[in-house]
C-alpha cells in the first residue's frame, strides 16, 4: 500500500513540475513530461511508448530537437497533433 501512495505521490510531482508535450489523435493519446534535459515521464492511452530508448535518444540530440521530432513524428503517422503546455 505504502508503494501504491509513494508511485502515485512521485508521478503527480513529475507531473506537475514538468513542461509537457500534449499529442492527441483517433489512434491514441500521449502526454510526454520533460524538463529542459531530460524527458521525466510520460501517460499514454491507446499508443505504446519506449520510456528508456526515447529518454536515451533526447539526451543524444537534445530535448528540444527531440520535441519537435516527436511532433512532427506524431502528425505525420497519426490524424493528430501535438502541443506544448
Known sequence: MFLVVAFIALFLIISATS?????????GNITIMYNDKTISGYTANGLSYDLDGQKKYAE???????IEEFSTMFSNKTA???SKE
Do not use: P, R, T
Open 80 to 82: 493528430g497533433s501535438c
Open 19 to 27: 513542461k509537457k508535450l500534449v499529442c492527441k489523435s483517433n489512434e
Open 60 to 66: 543524444e540530440i537534445g530535448i528540444d530537437a527531440y
